[in-house]
């Protein structure tokens, strides 16, 4: 091998720069390889349009990423700033009636309240008992390789908090949500709050979650944050603490091979014929086929182990993204009814019946870009103007498509116009305001675009891998495989795809283990958790 070092990981994004500092700071000479010239993955911030107008084309809102472990050990605080909004998810209807989540529990209750009472209560009784989960079990499990299922119902089943959890387990979440609330409109909003990226995911509402989803329905202490200056600043920061931890940032570094010697996996060979080598292990941060199909070859794997790669399932839907630069932000109709409708971080726009939402997911199921028209959208500038000129704004909104509509991924390249007029057309209902002459650019980013850049998500997959009850929690792909010293260590295991850090945290931890170093950190102990939740008062 031309190079050498103790850890080679494939992949910059979060988990890559998390895991490689983490380990760096242990003493080993650690390597991360990326493909592209940026590093960051879906950690970014770019100007497709006019100079100073900042979009976001991946992820946008980080969920409760201040409080994590790893934002915490690796001092981020001190280079990357959040924005906590007060207004967390809100909700404009054709009759001019609004429903807003805030951080405040009254002002949350009296918002839904406003449609009905009953329903009002059953939040503020759940919000509690979400709260303690959350805190006492939740994120514990966020950042702690699963327990099995006996264990974990086990250790569960002895706390009040844990019981309540084990119930919310049982549910659907659409099952749960239509059982506890008696108005739509709130049964929407709730389905929009507790679904991942605040983008109503079929799948994540009508299959039972293992990771116990519907706790973030009625939680109101951990929710979304904008990273100031733009997602991307997280990805510097990241980086950032990976130099200064002594690691080796190596890019434009398109791995070809992951050499197996042995059963050992033992480094890499790039595609302009560079070979690392590395000495502890290998890491990959990308997608489940392309580590094991491309990377490291059917020919060296079990027929077992091929047909768990083989098995692993996409999430089957893209987002059509259309990137707004604006004179001024979007004015939402019901702000007579709630004034907070204009201050909210995601909107959920379209979708006025469960009918419409469902029937939307149903068309893209069945491969058609949808006639119904549902989105997720929000304008962040309002919370960091950093991220637009002076008095101007930027603004988003994120549309469920097929992948490959009609069977053809390149196919909805040629119908960008069409869909982000058929898209405006149904915002201005609900913001007027959105008019041709607010409107200074318009930048859409389709599932063909995003795929082609990122090949990782496969067949439009923005998360890496479905989170489908069957391949979530102890049914996580898995961290270590069969190939001695490789491990995964992204979206395809658990936590899951996002912005987490959770998969490289929780490895760091697995291969500090493996190789008998004693970590610097004091890791999450998820059993520890749940022991003290039994010891609280009921």
């Given at each position: 091998?031309s190079e050498?070092?103790?850890?080679?990981?494939?992949?910059?994004?979060?988990h890559?720069?998390?895991?490689?500092?983490?380990?760096?700071?242990?003493?080993?000479?650690?390597?991360?390889?990326?493909?592209?010239?940026?590093?960051?993955?879906?950690?970014?911030?770019?100007?497709?349009?006019?100079?100073?107008?900042?979009?976001?084309p991946?992820s946008?809102?980080?969920?409760?990423?201040?409080?994590?472990?790893?934002?915490?050990?690796?001092?981020?605080?001190?280079t990357?700033?959040?924005?906590?909004?007060?207004y967390e998810?809100?909700?404009?209807?054709?009759?001019g009636?609004?429903?807003v989540i805030?951080?405040s529990?009254?002002e949350?209750?009296?918002?839904?309240a406003?449609?009905?009472?009953?329903?009002?209560?059953t939040?503020?009784?759940?919000?509690?008992?979400?709260?303690?989960?959350?805190?006492a079990?939740?994120?514990?499990?966020?950042y702690?390789e699963?327990?099995?299922?006996?264990?974990?119902?086990?250790?569960l089943?002895?706390s009040?908090i844990?019981r309540?959890?084990l119930?919310?387990?049982?549910?659907?979440?659409l099952?749960?949500?239509?059982e506890?609330?008696?108005?739509?409109?709130?049964?929407l909003?709730m389905?929009?709050?507790?679904?991942?990226?605040?983008?109503?995911l079929?799948?994540?509402?009508t299959?039972?979650?293992?990771?116990?989803?519907?706790?973030?329905?009625?939680?109101?202490s951990a929710?979304?944050?904008?990273?100031?200056g733009?997602?991307?600043?997280?990805?510097?920061?990241l980086?950032?603490?990976?130099i200064?931890?002594?690691?080796?940032?190596?890019?434009?570094?398109?791995?070809?091979?992951?050499?197996v010697?042995?059963?050992?996996a033992?480094g890499?060979?790039?595609?302009?014929?560079?070979?690392?080598?590395?000495?502890?292990?290998?890491?990959?941060?990308?997608?489940?086929?392309?580590?094991?199909?491309?990377?490291?070859?059917?020919?060296?794997?079990?027929?077992?182990?091929l047909?768990?790669?083989?098995?692993?399932k996409?999430?089957a839907?893209?987002?059509f993204?259309?990137?707004l630069?604006?004179?001024?932000a979007?004015?939402?109709?019901?702000s007579?009814?709630?004034?907070?409708?204009?201050?909210?971080?995601?909107?959920n726009?379209?979708?006025?019946?469960?009918?419409?939402?469902?029937?939307l997911?149903a068309?893209?199921?069945?491969?058609?870009?949808?006639?119904?028209?549902?989105?997720?959208?929000?304008?962040?500038?309002?919370?960091?103007?950093?991220?637009?000129?002076e008095?101007?704004?930027?603004?988003y909104?994120w549309?469920?498509?097929?992948y490959?509509?009609?069977?053809?991924?390149?196919?909805?390249?040629?119908?960008?116009?069409?869909?982000?007029?058929?898209?405006?057309?149904?915002?201005?209902?609900?913001?007027?305001?959105?008019t041709?002459?607010?409107i200074?650019?318009?930048?859409?980013?389709t599932?063909?675009?995003?795929t082609?850049?990122?090949?990782?998500?496969?067949?439009?997959?923005?998360?890496?891998?479905?989170?489908?009850?069957e391949q979530?929690?102890?049914?996580h792909?898995?961290?270590?495989?069969?190939?001695s010293?490789?491990?995964?260590?992204?979206?395809p295991?658990?936590?899951?795809?996002a912005?987490?850090?959770?998969a490289g945290?929780i490895?760091s931890?697995i291969?500090?283990?493996d190789?008998?170093?004693?970590?610097?950190?004091?890791?999450?102990?998820v059993r520890?958790?749940?022991k003290?939740?039994a010891?609280q008062?009921?």
């Amino acid at each position: 091998m031309s190079e050498s070092y103790d850890g080679v990981i494939i992949g910059a994004g979060q988990h890559g720069l998390i895991l490689g500092t983490y380990l760096a700071k242990l003493g080993l000479k650690i390597a991360v390889l990326e493909r592209r010239l940026q590093f960051g993955g879906g950690l970014s911030t770019i100007e497709p349009g006019p100079p100073g107008f900042y979009q976001n084309p991946h992820s946008i809102n980080h969920f409760n990423i201040t409080n994590a472990p790893w934002f915490k050990d690796l001092g981020l605080s001190a280079t990357v700033n959040y924005v906590t909004p007060q207004y967390e998810f809100a909700q404009p209807h054709l009759d001019g009636s609004s429903l807003v989540i805030s951080r405040s529990l009254e002002e949350t209750v009296a918002s839904i309240a406003q449609f009905s009472k009953k329903d009002a209560e059953t939040f503020r009784d759940w919000n509690s008992r979400s709260e303690k989960i959350s805190n006492a079990i939740f994120l514990a499990e966020r950042y702690s390789e699963p327990l099995s299922e006996l264990e974990r119902e086990e250790l569960l089943s002895k706390s009040a908090i844990g019981r309540d959890f084990l119930e919310i387990i049982e549910h659907q979440p659409l099952d749960l949500i239509k059982e506890m609330f008696e108005h739509e409109k709130v049964q929407l909003l709730m389905l929009f709050k507790l679904s991942l990226f605040g983008t109503v995911l079929y799948d994540s509402v009508t299959e039972k979650s293992p990771m116990g989803a519907a706790v973030r329905a009625f939680d109101l202490s951990a929710g979304y944050q904008v990273c100031v200056g733009g997602s991307w600043n997280l990805a510097r920061g990241l980086h950032e603490a990976f130099i200064r931890a002594g690691g080796t940032y190596i890019n434009k570094a398109e791995v070809s091979k992951i050499v197996v010697d042995g059963d050992k996996a033992t480094g890499v060979v790039l595609s302009d014929g560079r070979e690392i080598g590395a000495r502890q292990f290998v890491a990959s941060c990308i997608d489940v086929p392309q580590t094991f199909n491309k990377l490291v070859g059917r020919d060296q794997m079990s027929t077992e182990y091929l047909t768990k790669v083989d098995n692993f399932k996409q999430t089957a839907w893209g987002l059509f993204g259309i990137h707004l630069a604006l004179n001024e932000a979007p004015r939402y109709i019901g702000s007579d009814f709630n004034p907070n409708i204009n201050h909210a971080l995601k909107y959920n726009v379209g979708a006025e019946t469960m009918e419409d939402l469902f029937g939307l997911h149903a068309q893209v199921a069945e491969g058609r870009v949808p006639d119904l028209v549902s989105f997720g959208t929000g304008h962040i500038t309002q919370f960091d103007p950093s991220q637009a000129p002076e008095g101007k704004s930027t603004a988003y909104a994120w549309y469920a498509v097929p992948y490959a509509p009609d069977g053809d991924p390149k196919s909805i390249m040629s119908r960008k116009d069409e869909i982000t007029t058929k898209v405006m057309d149904v915002w201005r209902q609900y913001a007027p305001n959105l008019t041709e002459d607010n409107i200074i650019d318009s930048w859409a980013y389709t599932p063909y675009e995003y795929t082609e850049e990122f090949p990782e998500m496969v067949n439009g997959d923005i998360f890496i891998g479905s989170f489908a009850g069957e391949q979530s929690m102890w049914n996580h792909f898995g961290y270590r495989t069969p190939i001695s010293n490789l491990y995964m260590a992204g979206s395809p295991t658990h936590p899951g795809g996002a912005i987490s850090g959770g998969a490289g945290y929780i490895v760091s931890q697995i291969i500090a283990d493996d190789l008998g170093l004693t970590p610097w950190w004091d890791p999450i102990d998820v059993r520890e958790a749940m022991k003290n939740a039994a010891e609280q008062a009921p």
